[in-house]
């Protein structure tokens, strides 16, 4: 397909540019039969203990034994990427891409699952007025109330998937954002502070087809203290950025 | 469908709980005919002055005139999520579903635009072994030629789409990431630092299907002084979040 | 953006050829106000009474009222069609688009599972050797054991979605395939004989996250007779094609 | 995770159930170390010799190429489920599931290239008033006119993807689709008659964005004798199905 001594010379410069300046010759790792990008990181799941009376039992341990499930691809995922050939990468069909695909897919699946556990099943669950959660919604939703409206339209019109409140390093504000499966129409540069799953795993065996009341529920529920920090380090984001 | 009885309770039940807290009476606009969420936000294009000669002026005008488009519709599609019917919202055909579908898609489009036309087109593209850039590619990817051959398998995989190098909020790294489309396989909690359009529009005007020869090119023109200033701001999100 | 004189003048022409040949002027509607493309079809929900004990009556109740809210929205989504408007129409935000993502996800889900609720649940489930059904899994597959891994490995690699065997217009030949959610990953051209819902909503009361259990369980109740009729309909559209 | 003897005894289960009918032990292949699913298939790709010159020729030229790599794509995805692990799949990360996600979209792409290449391209193109192609249209879309206008406005809406006229057989008519890529959004249980890229590769080097004067030229060399065949097929499809 593509001129191979043109891919060839193309490669060279980018390298030689680069060797010009006594970069890459110091740097660059003796390779011999394959490569090693140093990739592969191991995640360990936590084990949740949830006291919510919302969610029985079997749910709460089948939902973490699919939490784990995520965490175990994810690591296997990132093993396999470490030695994954890069030099023949295709769109349309390519171990390469196919991993990346899962790494993405694990990834998100994983780390929302473990930022869901710890935002619910409050059982004391309050927000104060004055705390910088509280603040922020109002300011950027014009009301506690209208934050509460748009998040559960959210959960409600997610297809399998995700409702999450951000801190957007774009826009600079919070946003409510709508997640399919785990990892589409996902909001770039987005810091996640409040998440809701909204996968028929999490209410199915409790409320069959009515999330809605799963939903309202799990609001009752949210633990404020844990979203006060995640909102406090959002802040300090934001003051960054700008 | 749903018991709308059950339904009133439960909402009831949330408002009921912070009300008793002294907290939504005093904070909830007064809304009449129809809801205001305060979403509206009007981006503006910045217009870019490509210098780089590996792109014919034709695609660099038609690209610019792309990118003014996701930021129209962007505007847009902020506007009608304003007043968009929160109440009747479900996951198989509502319009809330509909727009909060368009304005990731048209954010992320405009914003992965603005990100990538500021990164491109250095003639004097240099990049130095004390920058912090090199540095963290160093340290997470083994060597600054082995960020770049991940970084260019990732071009190659995308299928219309992107290829970006983030700061990970996850993993505390940074990591390559493929992206289909404009919000398909998108990695939660990233902070983008890098970022490559491999749209066929970026290139097929000049490479035709020769994607390897466009992204040799760019890569040769990255602008590390605008990449390194990520960089920083990266490192910092990464130390506020440890 | 697009220049709108040439636009006018592309659009006379193609009518223009068409009108040399006293075609469109006969036929053309007369249209004021709005245009009246005649696609609204109004879907009849069937009530299922599947006899199966391998699902509750919860999960048996639940799932048809799924099947009858995809129709629901099936018929509203083609009425919106019908007047929808076709002029200004891009991919990034308009409502024609929005209603065509939203027709193809509700139609498949509503035939899908009309096409599921018909082939399970046959308390005296019966393959025969003589059987076409037989006949063409072994003649595609190697063997009809073959067949059954290939389908239960579809089975469990779809992520929230469905499996199928479908007849192949292009492949000429019998074929597993596993399709995500109701619209992703679909086969062109296919005809489906064979088809199990794979949803976390269709097992997740009963199973868990035990998908495996449920789906040798569904296996066995496989409505042959039914599958027989499909398999004939398949055959004969495959002599049309050759 | 499952509960291994339970699975174990579900699937004797289900081979019990089959073998009491002195069914399996006949057909089974002898399998030693591995499985053979007689799935792989050669296709060969056409050569095309488009005519138009409303394309230039190194459109045409880098487009066959795209169409022959889709192919040789397809062949390799084939052949490499042949062999495919069956017994340890997940929707998460699993080689037998990747391998269908690019078989799908390889098949896709490459049939729907072919159907393209076919029915464009016809400097004589007319279409007559006594053609079936041209009563079915008439029929389903209350004029000709009015299927070419929500033609277009598929076309307009796809997102880098294709536009289709095909014979829908579960509503019994016809109907237009927008595809997204090559596999998401696709209609289940449809046979396409008219098929129109709207890929960036199809149009962008000779029309850059603009789509519009891309799919006005196209229409106008519809090539109507390819497409009326498929018309007669679709018809005698719909005529077996009722």
């Known amino acids: 397909m593509i001129d191979k001594k043109l891919e060839e010379l193309l490669k060279q410069s980018v390298t030689k540019t680069l060797q010009e300046k006594n970069v890459l010759n110091k740097y660059t790792q003796v390779k011999e039969n394959k490569q090693v990008i140093k990739e592969a990181y191991v995640a360990q799941p936590t084990k949740f203990d949830l006291r919510t009376e919302l969610l029985s039992e079997k749910t709460k341990t089948s939902h973490q034994e699919l939490f784990e ?34 790494e993405t897919h694990n990834h998100n699946a994983a780390f929302l699952h473990g930022l869901y556990f710890q935002n619910i099943s409050d059982l004391n669950s309050e927000i104060s007025a004055d705390s910088l ?7 950027d939703f014009g009301s506690f109330d209208l934050w509460q409206e748009d998040f559960i339209a959210c959960c409600l019109a997610a297809r399998n998937g995700w409702a999450m409140t951000v801190y957007s390093m774009t826009l600079k504000r919070y946003i409510n954002t709508v997640v399919d499966l785990h990892d589409e129409h996902v909001l770039i540069s987005a810091y996640p502070v409040i998440v809701m799953d909204c996968w028929e795993h999490s209410y199915y065996k409790d409320y069959l087809k009515n999330r809605k009341a799963y939903v309202y529920g799990m609001m009752k529920e949210l633990n404020w203290d844990v979203i006060e920090e995640r909102f406090k380090v959002a802040d300090k984001i934001g003051a960054l950025i700008k």
């Open 69 to 102: 499930g995520y965490i175990k691809e994810l690591n296997e995922t990132s093993a396999q990427l470490d030695t994954a050939d890069r030099e023949n990468v295709n769109p349309n069909h390519s171990t390469f891409r196919s991993l990346k695909m899962d």
């Open 133 to 139: 959660s509280f603040m922020r919604l109002e300011r």
